[in-house]
């Protein structure tokens, strides 16, 4: 009986590790080809014209064009420090002050995350614009929001929620000790605050200002829209290759557009690497809270309270463009745009939800196997395995998708021109957070816990499936999330992909948008929001009741926090 | 809990296969239908009424002539779609140069003027697009201008910030109003008159829907553009659409066979319909334009526009020169 056993048991071991490595060897493959391989040949595109090696276009890029590089320097760093320094206030009111309506503010910066491109600008050309609603119609001013001041603005705007997640994230995971010995030793709020809170929270800040930095750089929706003459390197790339058809420019500039990226993520990894908060014990003094002066807490509210109503009055404009008669013009209530939705519309709209949920799934599952596989086999290489795999996360979706294009335009890999494509570019696209979160939840997993589960007789097999995968649930919800969001809202990186049979929702609302059917776009806008958000809303309710035994709801939200944290 | 957790993740694979084996049956099944790039006003009627003749379905995706051009050339004759249908001549001249086309000579051709087509048949013209004047008359009342009826109305400082143009290196639109000027001023006189006009002009847009949107919303007064203003005073936006006296800049809006093509037949049959006295009716009923064929009536809204003499342009020449005359605008206006 017990030798039967023990011989099923090693025939499992023998199946598993070979499985495993299959696995590896296919995974790693697939990363190959489509995160390194898109990158390369973009390079490849840049260098060799006309078959010889050259730099012709770095050399005219440098020469009449440092302006570009230039301004989208200065774009990305005032719009992060703008970003950074909205997003620590609205932490700070989240953490920090006892007035009501955290949670609110909590699903609004969520809420932001689903931004559906061209809309959510023309919302704001509607309230901010030359003659929009707010500044013209009602404060009688004559501004021009479009050039630099403008993208800065919606940056900082957009920006600061990801922020504001991630500063959240490192503020509740400070141990309130500190922060108490401080107090007890006589300081006041304030300097608590600046002198021990922010000191400790400094690693977590600095890596929300270099993600934000990296969006931003890569951002190319909103300067081509509210920049005016004001032009910046990622949108020059788009506009290279749809204007002049100069796709080896297009590249030159896309590679440009990278050293910067590049410099900020090593920082980036470097923080991560020294900064001890992943280690950081959830505090145990839950009402525990500093006192700071009025005025202060005052400041921190009204900002806070302004960039909400800023948000949504943005969401309800787009809400209600779907019913107003006329986007813009007459505000009474309507039916006709929503019944212009016809199967053509309807079907593209279905096909996005169908690719994002293949996308969300599959990139979670690949995801967190990967991040296993960093974070436990030490095998030969996992660094530049890591590395490729955050790749995409700070490469501009243009470059991504131009990149897509030529590297799956001829045989052997021909793969454009199918769903195929639109889909794995999304989940490659995407999937840095989400091997990210799967890494962070098992570096606060003890490996002791594994190693005891080995002495006590457990295979592999088992040990993945009972320890790892258990515990793997925040960040696949975390991952899939993400995934599907960003696949329902993609434009930039799959526009060069989509074919007439792989039309997705954006790019139906793009077109009714293009036509002159504001309105309709409209309708289609708030199908992508209120989608993403029921989807947003069942996964999560989904995978948090298997832990509603362990801990109440309020709990697992802090924890779904937190591995937003360090690591988006 | 455990064995949810591995449920779920098994219904989730079956899921992704089912719906990959879906899409493989779903897109080998395609022999009665037709995929298709381009931008035409009022397309998803006229694609209905080609599929209720024929029975031939319509897969399409609405791009501009720059995106088609670059995708295309990127991608280098792989099938991505069948048919190209209606945009800025001077990319489909590019793409005939570039290899990117296959030459067809319709039977309904012959119905066709030669100014109107390619001689090789890679391109024949549908209608003949022109360029006009968006005007938000809401604008024009609260800053007391009265509406610009001509060309040379623009370039009052009155209107300055008041009209967008989209950037001609990215709108075929854009492109046409600068090589009409170019072509009917002259050199000289050309360059001249789109400076002062850019002198009213904030800044170039960089989508070519941008100058009838921002003139829809009041954003500014006068956004120069094609045709789609009547589809916004369908809307209920306080806009109406100008013809210029002094001058009228047009060019045709093509069709053409795309090389790599899965379904040549029905993008041949497509083509023929395009092209005959029923498909030209159609097309004219849906988007206001000038029918290229002899013969069939001019819709309504442009009957004003029959005895306007339309400006003589070359066409050969604007797609021949368009990098040179790109580049030298560029370095005047690009702002």
Request: aromatic share 12%; net charge positive; glycine share 8%.
């Amino acid at each position: 009986m017990t030798n039967n056993n023990s011989k099923t048991n090693t025939k499992k071991i023998f199946n598993f590790k070979n499985i495993e490595k299959f696995l590896l060897f296919f995974l790693i493959l697939t990363i190959i080809v489509f995160i390194l391989w898109p990158i390369l040949a973009v390079f490849y595109k840049s260098l060799i014209i006309n078959g010889s090696f050259n730099f012709t276009c770095y050399h005219a890029l440098f020469v009449k064009n440092y302006k570009l590089l230039l301004n989208s320097l200065f774009i990305s760093c005032t719009s992060t420090f703008f970003a950074v320094l909205l997003g620590l206030i609205i932490a700070l009111y989240i953490t920090y002050l006892k007035l009501p309506g955290k949670l609110f503010i909590f699903l609004v910066l969520l809420l932001t995350m689903i931004s559906p491109p061209f809309v959510t600008s023309l919302a704001y050309i509607m309230l901010f614009g030359r003659r929009g609603l707010i500044t013209y119609k009602l404060l009688g001013l004559h501004l021009n929001p479009y050039g630099w001041h403008g993208i800065i603005l919606m940056q900082t705007i957009s920006q600061a929620s990801i922020a504001a997640l991630i500063i959240l994230g490192i503020l509740r995971s400070i141990d309130k000790k500190f922060e108490q010995s401080s107090m007890d030793l006589g300081a006041n709020g304030l300097r608590t605050l600046f002198k021990v809170t922010l000191p400790l929270a400094k690693s977590g800040i600095i890596a929300a200002a270099l993600i934000v930095f990296v969006r931003s750089l890569a951002d190319f929706g909103t300067p081509i829209i509210i920049g005016g003459g004001y032009k910046v390197l990622a949108t020059e790339a788009y506009l290279n290759v749809i204007g002049l058809y100069n796709l080896p420019n297009a590249s030159a500039m896309s590679v440009l557009l990278l050293i910067p990226a590049l410099i900020a993520f090593i920082l980036y990894r470097k923080m991560i690497n020294n900064s001890n908060f992943y280690s950081a014990k959830k505090n145990s003094f839950d009402n525990f809270s500093i006192n700071l002066p009025h005025w202060f807490t005052g400041g921190i509210a009204i900002i806070t309270y302004l960039f909400i109503i800023f948000i949504l009055l943005k969401y309800a404009t787009i809400f209600w463009g779907a019913f107003a008669k006329t986007w813009g013009i007459d505000y009474s209530f309507s039916l006709k745009h929503i019944s212009k939705l016809n199967i053509n519309k309807l079907g593209s709209f279905f096909r996005s939800i169908k690719y994002s949920i293949i996308a969300g799934i599959a990139g979670s599952i690949i995801a967190l196997i990967l991040s296993y596989i960093i974070e436990r086999k030490k095998i030969y290489g996992n660094n530049i395995i890591d590395f490729i795999v955050t790749l995409p996360f700070m490469i501009p979706g243009i470059f991504f998708g131009i990149g897509y294009v030529l590297a799956f335009h001829s045989k052997p890999l021909l793969l454009t021109g199918t769903g195929f494509i639109v889909i794995v570019n999304c989940i490659y696209r995407q999937l840095p957070l989400g091997t990210k979160a799967g890494s962070s939840v098992l570096s606060q997993l003890n490996p002791e816990m594994e190693s005891s589960a080995r002495d006590l007789g457990a295979n592999e097999f088992f040990l993945f499936k009972d320890i790892i995968l258990p515990n793997m649930k925040s960040a696949f919800l975390l991952s899939f999330i993400n995934t599907f969001t960003a696949t329902m809202t993609t434009i930039g990186a799959v526009i060069f992909l989509i074919t007439p049979s792989s039309k997705i929702a954006t790019v139906e609302m793009f077109d009714a948008i293009k036509n002159g059917n504001i309105g309709t776009g409209a309708v289609l806008a708030n199908l992508i929001i209120f989608t993403v958000l029921i989807i947003n809303l069942l996964f999560t309710w989904f995978l948090l009741r298997e832990k509603k035994t362990k801990t109440n709801y309020k709990k697992s939200k802090i924890s779904y926090v937190s591995t937003i944290e360090p690591n988006y | 809990m455990r064995e949810r957790g591995k449920l779920f993740i098994l219904l989730g694979i079956g899921l992704i296969f089912c719906l990959f084996a879906g899409n493989i049956i779903y897109a080998s099944n395609s022999n009665s239908k037709i995929k298709l790039f381009g931008a035409y006003e009022g397309k998803e009627k006229i694609f209905s009424t080609f599929t209720k003749d024929t029975g031939i379905k319509i897969e399409y995706l609405d791009m501009s002539s720059g995106e088609v051009l670059a995708r295309l050339k990127a991608e280098k004759g792989t099938p991505l779609a069948d048919i190209w249908f209606g945009g800025g001549v001077d990319s489909f001249i590019a793409a005939k140069n570039n290899g990117l086309l296959i030459p067809y000579i319709s039977k309904e051709s012959k119905y066709i003027p030669e100014k109107y087509k390619d001689p090789e048949g890679y391109w024949t013209g549908l209608s003949i697009v022109l360029i006009s004047f968006i005007v938000n008359t809401d604008i024009a009342k609260e800053l007391n201008i009265p509406i610009p009826q001509t060309w040379s109305a623009l370039i009052n400082p009155k209107f300055k910030d008041e009209i967008s143009m989209s950037n001609p290196a990215i709108s075929g639109t854009a492109y046409t109003i600068l090589t009409g000027i170019l072509q009917t001023m002259g050199k000289t006189k050309g360059w001249e008159f789109i400076g002062k006009l850019n002198k009213n002009i904030d800044y170039y847009a960089k989508r070519g829907s941008e100058p009838y949107t921002k003139a829809a919303l009041g954003e500014v007064m006068v956004g120069l553009a094609t045709d789609t203003g009547i589809e916004l005073q369908r809307e209920g936006y306080p806009i109406i659409t100008v013809f210029p006296k002094d001058g009228i800049f047009w060019c045709p809006s093509p069709v053409a066979i795309l090389k790599g093509t899965t379904n040549p037949e029905g993008a041949k049959k497509f083509v023929d319909w395009c092209l005959s006295e029923r498909g030209q009716k159609v097309l004219s009923n849906n988007c206001p334009r000038i029918p290229t064929r002899k013969g069939v009536e001019i819709p309504k809204l442009l009957k004003s526009v029959e005895n306007t003499e339309l400006q003589k342009i070359n066409f050969e020449e604007a797609g021949k020169l368009r990098t040179s005359i790109i580049e030298e605008w560029k370095n005047k206006f690009d702002k």
